[in-house]
């Protein structure tokens, strides 16, 4: 299986328009983050977690040529503003299927209400098959996904674990049954916002004290926001099996 990182930042991104933060200034290609997106590949299959408003250059970047389907962990717009940007794929391969919780699908169903409608439908929008997940595992291919459910703050959001990697990020809260589901992980990804606690992110030291509870072999830090600092300083600082995702960074897991 491998994980390629196809975004790393938060919301706004990093550098933040007009910006004068000295990490928005930085020249080191790894300070430089769209927003946080990652493919899981395994065998001859494709899936993206969250398709935000960077996701047609993140495939460009990435050169990928197809996708089996999307999840999505919740409906801010950093995660979903990409969907038209499927058109390419679609056009080619046919309709895309996208997994969501039934919340964010009724949110998708509003803002893109032309890729949804079977009415009148515009000739090249993108054609989806929408499945609709709870917290309970289903299959994707040959491999089982488990959700994990987490709270943003106040809005329920999900993370999946694929075989022995878990991708997690916009958390602020896991509960003690969902960090079950954590256990035995060769990769965990999760998010840390910045240094100073935050409301609705974990902050490095809240997203360092879960990789400790739940020991993967190796953890990557993404959703990151230039008030974490620059890259190359704060991996300097962190534990031997724990790094800073950057954008286009692949890792495999056996």
């Given at each position: 299986m491998k994980l390629t990182f196809l975004g790393t930042g938060t919301s706004k991104g990093i550098p933040i328009i007009g910006s004068s933060n000295e990490v928005c200034l930085s020249t080191d290609k790894k300070?430089?983050?769209l927003r946080a997106s990652v493919l899981i590949s395994w065998s001859a299959y494709n899936y993206v977690i969250d398709c935000g408003p960077d996701f047609r250059m993140q495939m460009l970047q990435?050169?990928?040529?197809k996708i089996d389907g999307i999840l999505y962990t919740h409906e801010h717009s950093?995660?979903?503003a990409g969907l038209d940007d499927i058109r390419p794929f679609t056009q080619r391969y046919g309709a895309l299927p996208i997994y969501a919780?039934?919340?964010v699908l009724k949110?998708?169903?509003i803002r893109f209400a032309y890729i949804f409608t079977t009415k009148n439908k515009y000739p090249s929008a993108p054609s989806i098959i929408s499945n609709r997940i709870k917290n309970k595992r289903f299959q994707l291919e040959n491999i089982q996904v488990i959700p994990i459910k987490a709270m943003h703050g106040n809005l329920p959001v999900f993370g999946y674990r694929f075989d022995k990697l878990a991708y997690l990020t916009d958390v602020?809260?896991?509960g003690t049954s969902e960090k079950l589901k954590l256990k035995d992980l060769e990769v965990l990804v999760i998010n840390a916002l910045q240094i100073k606690?935050?409301?609705?992110h974990f902050n490095l030291e809240k997203a360092l004290a879960l990789i400790e509870e739940v020991k993967p072999k190796k953890a990557y830090i993404t959703h990151i926001s230039p008030k974490l600092g620059f890259h190359a300083k704060v991996e300097k600082k962190l534990p031997k099996n724990v790094f800073?995702?950057?954008?286009?960074l692949v890792v495999t897991i056996d």
């Open positions: 300070d430089k983050r990435a050169k990928i040529t950093d995660h979903t919780h039934k919340r949110d998708l169903k602020s809260y896991i606690e935050h409301p609705t800073l995702a950057y954008d286009e």
